[in-house]
């Protein structure tokens, strides 16, 4: 299993960012896909979860409104588009995967069985 992320960087508060995830390695229309971060100094968070792209995406409060996840079947991708981005959104940002079959959607760190390394996305001026 393969969890590969990318697109993480510096930004200015009220900026914009997009990030990827290509996976390998398991049947990726069998899983929900998320992501959870880690500020710094703190433990891991849940961002967001999706099942399809349509109603079925869930997203924390502290993000809701401002960020965007989105699946690519064909590429077996999962993006997190960012946007309005504060300073509380520096973390390291990870692209997580659940089994489908586990029957609850999956809104906590631990609910995912699969983890990328990860990608670093710091708010700053």
């Known amino acids: 299993v393969q969890l590969a992320e990318s697109g993480g960087g510096l930004v200015q508060p009220g900026g914009s960012l997009s990030l990827s995830c290509a996976t390998s390695?398991?049947?990726?229309?069998?899983?929900?896909m998320g992501w959870v971060r880690q500020p710094p100094g703190k433990g891991l968070e849940w961002v967001s979860t999706?099942?399809?792209?349509?109603?079925?995406?869930y997203y924390a409060d502290s993000v809701k409104g401002r960020f965007t996840i989105f699946r690519d079947y064909d590429k077996k991708t999962v993006s997190l588009q960012m946007t309005n981005l504060k300073s509380e959104d520096t973390a390291l940002y990870f692209c997580?995967?659940?089994?489908?079959?586990?029957?609850?959607?999956?809104?906590?760190?631990?609910?995912?069985?699969?983890r990328g390394q990860g990608t670093q996305v710091t708010v700053s001026s």
């Open positions: 997580v995967a659940a089994p489908i079959s586990r029957g609850r959607v999956p809104r906590e760190p631990d609910h995912f069985d699969y």
């Open positions: 390695g398991f049947t990726f229309n069998a899983h929900y």
């Open positions: 999706i099942y399809d792209n349509t109603h079925n995406r």
